[in-house]
């Protein structure tokens, strides 16, 4: 059977090689997802993802048919309500949003299982976020930003300077990799579905570092939000997790993964414009340097790369959208 989309309703998509349909069929509304490229991480890891969560009372997309072969699934819809649709409005309470963002992420974080069963009756087991991986995704910064600003010559000596720094960081972070990742953890992917918060686009999750989805959260480029409301969500995600952890490992892993994080995601918007022509996610690099700039001013272990940054890029060269 193939996909008639003369039938169904595109909704917005994602920076993803997928695309979303809305079908509404005797007042029952679903999601088609359909994906060509990368298209066993887009349907069938992320139904196993979804599956998982759900085993384990977490509210995420439920399949309700798959046809593989024809590059689609059929899965729950969750309506439109997303946290960052929410977060816009002028009379919502933000810290309460943020809040019940939280509370979904430490019950995702409470998840022991790393192994489910996809559709097609195959185990899939979550691999871990190795320092390798983070390491990878960090350099998207040098392969797509700093080449458009860098002169050929100067590039070579600046990789190799700011490779050194980031194996540094990433040599200093002090949590385990046990820990349930969901990696997109951010206010669009975040929705509020009869009274309760729902997460999407669960297909990248791995196995790592409990701060990467809390910086994921609090430093979201997506949406600007000041530092009392940042500090705020920190602090009510720490009083419910401090008998687990060190605070200072904590706050120390935060920063790092948080600086790494916006430095990977100002490569993948240059990407997108650059390899994909998917232009509007260049308007969000200013803010993304702003939080790289948040929490490298103030730590001295981002003493070397902030220097490498400041002289490399200029104010001018960060507000370019």
Not at 21 to 30: A, L, Q, T
Not at 126 to 148: G, H, P, Q, R, V
Not at 239 to 255: H, M, R, S, V, Y
Not at 274 to 282: C, E, N, Q, V
Request: no cysteine; aromatic share 12%; proline share 1%.
């Amino acid at each position: 059977m193939k996909l008639d989309k003369s039938k169904l309703k595109k909704i917005k998509g994602d920076a993803s090689f997928r695309s979303f349909y809305r079908k509404e069929k005797n007042n029952k509304r679903s999601i088609i997802v359909y994906a060509i490229k990368e298209k066993e991480k887009n349907l069938l890891i992320y139904d196993a993802i979804n599956k998982l969560l759900i085993k384990n009372k977490v509210l995420a997309p439920k399949l309700y048919k798959e046809n593989y072969k024809q590059n689609f699934i059929e899965i729950e819809d969750f309506g439109d309500n997303t946290v960052f649709k929410l977060l816009k409005k002028k009379e919502s309470n933000k810290i309460d949003l943020y809040k019940q963002s939280i509370n979904l992420l430490n019950k995702i974080q409470k998840i022991k299982q790393n192994k489910i069963k996809n559709f097609k009756g195959v185990n899939y087991k979550i691999s871990t976020y190795s320092n390798n991986k983070l390491f990878n995704e960090a350099t998207l910064f040098m392969d797509w930003y700093a080449k458009k600003y860098i002169a050929k010559k100067k590039l070579i000596i600046f990789n190799i300077k700011i490779n050194k720094q980031i194996k540094f960081l990433l040599s200093n972070l002090k949590l385990k990799n046990d820990i349930l990742v969901h990696r997109d953890f951010h206010v669009s992917n975040l929705m509020k579905y009869k009274k309760q918060f729902v997460t999407i686009d669960t297909q990248d999750a791995l196995i790592g570092n409990r701060a990467y989805d809390l910086a994921s959260l609090i430093d979201d480029v997506r949406f600007k939000s000041n530092k009392k409301l940042k500090d705020n969500v920190y602090d009510y995600y720490l009083k419910f997790n401090k008998n687990k952890i060190n605070k200072d490992d904590l706050l120390n892993d935060f920063e790092i993964l948080s600086v790494l994080r916006n430095m990977k995601i100002i490569g993948i918007f240059a990407r997108l414009a650059a390899r994909d022509k998917k232009m509007k996610y260049l308007k969000l690099i200013p803010y993304a340097w702003k939080l790289i700039e948040l929490r490298i001013k103030n730590n001295e272990i981002f003493g070397d790369l902030k220097r490498m940054l400041d002289f490399s890029f200029s104010k001018e060269i960060r507000n370019l959208k």
